[in-house]
Nanobody
Framework: VQLQASGGGLVQAGGSLRLSCVAS???????MGWFRQAPGNEREFVAS????????TYADSVKGRFTISRDNTKNTVYLEMNNLKPEDTAVYYC???????????WGQGTLVTVSS
C-alpha cells in the first residue's frame, strides 16, 4: 500500500505545518482523508475530502484551523494546519477509501509535535 505522508515536525503552539500525502494510482481514490493518534489515545478522524475537492468534512476539534485539499494531477492530498495547539500532537495518518466506505488504506504516519 502506497500512501507516503510527510511534513511533520516540531512546532510551537500557534504555529503552522503542512502535511502532504503522495498516493499510488491504486490508493488515490475518491475519498481521501487524515486521521491522527496521540500517545495513549485511540486513532481519531481529522478530515476527509471527495474527488472534486468541494465536499470536505472536519472533526470539530480542528474546524477553522485545518484545511484539507488535494491535487489530482499529482495524486497528492494535503493538510494545512494553522494555530496549532499542544493537543494536536499526534502521529498523522493519510487514509484512502477505495469505494468500500471504509478507510482501508493507511500510510505510515508522520509525527507532529506542538510545544507549549
Amino acid at each position: 500500500v502506497q500512501l507516503q505522508a510527510s511534513g511533520g515536525g516540531l512546532v510551537q503552539a500557534g504555529g503552522s505545518l503542512r502535511l502532504s500525502c503522495v498516493a499510488s494510482e491504486r490508493t488515490f481514490n475518491d475519498y481521501m482523508g487524515w486521521f491522527r493518534q496521540a500517545p495513549g489515545n485511540e486513532r481519531e478522524f481529522v478530515a476527509s475530502i471527495r474527488w472534486n475537492g468541494v465536499r470536505k468534512t472536519y472533526a470539530d476539534s480542528v474546524k477553522g484551523r485545518f484545511t484539507i485539499s488535494r491535487d489530482n494531477t499529482k495524486n497528492t492530498v494535503y493538510l494545512e494546519m494553522n494555530n496549532l495547539k499542544p493537543e494536536d500532537t499526534a502521529v498523522y495518518y493519510c487514509v484512502s477509501d477505495p469505494g468500500t466506505r471504509m478507510w482501508e488504506y493507511w500510510g505510515q504516519g508522520t509525527l507532529v509535535t506542538v510545544s507549549s
